[in-house]
C-alpha cells in the first residue's frame, strides 16, 4: 500500500506494508508547484510510481493508494473541497484523476483523521473504541474515533476542536470567529508568549521545552499555563463526547509531559464524573509516519467493506 502526506510545506511518501510498517519513504516540496492542483498531482503520481518502481512491484502487488490532505475532503465521492493552505485547490476531483492516471485503487480523507487512523490502530490508540486525537501545531484540530469508527460528520468537518469558542470575547481567528481555542494554543501565539515571558524574541518552543526538561521554573511555569489552557479547551469534548482517552499529537506535544498535569487537573475539576474518571492524556507515538500508516488503515478496511 502507498500512503501519501499532503502538507503545506512537502508531501510525503511511504511503502506500507500489511502490518503497518513502511518500508520505503520519499517527498517533494509542495512550494515548487504554485498554484497548480494539476502540476502536483503529477508529481505526486510519479512519486508513487518511483516508490514502486525500487521495489519492482506491479500494480497486482499495491492494494490501493491513500492519500491524506490538509483542509476539507469528501471522502465518499473522493473531491478535494477546499484546502486553505495550498493555493488553487477547490472542487478537485482528486481520487478520480488519480486512479485513472495511475489504475491504482484510491481513497482521500483529512489528514488529521488519516492521523488518528495510524495511532488508532498501530499507536497509542490501540484497543480504544472511543478517543479523540488532537493535533497541535500551526492550528489545532482533531480526529474522533467514536464506537470504533472515524466520525466525519455529514459534511466532513467534524473535530474542528481549534474553532471551539474559548473565550467571548478574544482575537479573531482565519475561520471568521473570534476566542477560539486555537487562538490561545496554536504555535504563533505560544512563540509569542514564550518571547514575552523569557524576553527573548527568537526563543524558540523547542528552547522553552529543554529549559523545562533542565528543572527551569519559569520555563515548567510556562508549560503548566498552556497546559492549564489546553484542559480548558477539552472540557467541552470530553463531557459531551466521554472518550477513553485523549490523544495529543503534533510539534508542542513533544512537552506534553510538562503540560499533563495541569491538564488532567482541569478536566478533574471541571469535567462531569464519569467522564473524569475515564478518559486519559497520552501523547502519540507514531510521529511523522503517523499520516502514511492510517492511509494503510483506511485503505485495508475500505477493501474490507
Avoid at 517533494?28 to 497548480?36: P, R
Wanted: proline residues 4%; positive net charge; hydrophobic residues 40%.
Amino acid at each position: 500500500m502507498i500512503g501519501v502526506d499532503i502538507g503545506g510545506t512537502n508531501v510525503k511518501l511511504g511503502l506500507v506494508d500489511p502490518r503497518g510498517k513502511v518500508l520505503l519513504r520519499s517527498s517533494l516540496a509542495t512550494k515548487h508547484f504554485g498554484k497548480s492542483p494539476e502540476a502536483l498531482i503529477e508529481a505526486i503520481c510519479e512519486a508513487v510510481e518511483a516508490l514502486t518502481g525500487k521495489n519492482r512491484l506491479g500494480k497486482k502487488d499495491i492494494s490501493g493508494v491513500g492519500i491524506g490532505l490538509p483542509g476539507l475532503v469528501d471522502a465518499d465521492k473522493g473531491v478535494v473541497r477546499m484546502l486553505p493552505n495550498i493555493p488553487g485547490w477547490a472542487e478537485v476531483p482528486l481520487r478520480r484523476i488519480m486512479e485513472r492516471r495511475l489504475g491504482l485503487s484510491v481513497r482521500i480523507e483529512n489528514d488529521v483523521n488519516m492521523i488518528t487512523l495510524g495511532e488508532w490502530e498501530y499507536g497509542a490508540g490501540k484497543g480504544i473504541e472511543n478517543l479523540i486525537c488532537m493535533t497541535m501545531g500551526t492550528g489545532v484540530g482533531a480526529g474522533l474515533i467514536l464506537n470504533n469508527a472515524i466520525y466525519r460528520g455529514p459534511g466532513f468537518a467534524a473535530g474542528e476542536i481549534g474553532h471551539a469558542p474559548l473565550h467571548q470575547k478574544g482575537p479573531v481567528c482565519g475561520c471568521g470567529g473570534w476566542g477560539c481555542f486555537e487562538q490561545y494554543v496554536g504555535n504563533k501565539r505560544l512563540q509569542k508568549d514564550a518571547a514575552r515571558l523569557f524576553g527573548k524574541k527568537d526563543i524558540s518552543l523547542e528552547d522553552v521545552s529543554r529549559r523545562a526538561a533542565e528543572g527551569k521554573k519559569k520555563a515548567l511555569k510556562f508549560w503548566a499555563q498552556v497546559g492549564e489552557t489546553v484542559g480548558q479547551g477539552l472540557i467541552g469534548p470530553v463531557n459531551i463526547l466521554n472518550p477513553e482517552r485523549i490523544i495529543v499529537g503534533g510539534g508542542v506535544a513533544r512537552s506534553l509531559e510538562f503540560m499533563k498535569p495541569a491538564i488532567e487537573k482541569v478536566l478533574k475539576q471541571r469535567c462531569m464524573k464519569t467522564q473524569a474518571e475515564m478518559v486519559r492524556i497520552v501523547p502519540a507515538l507514531l510521529g511523522n509516519d503517523a499520516g502514511i500508516i492510517g492511509a494503510q488503515v483506511l485503505i485495508r478496511h475500505e477493501n474490507k467493506n
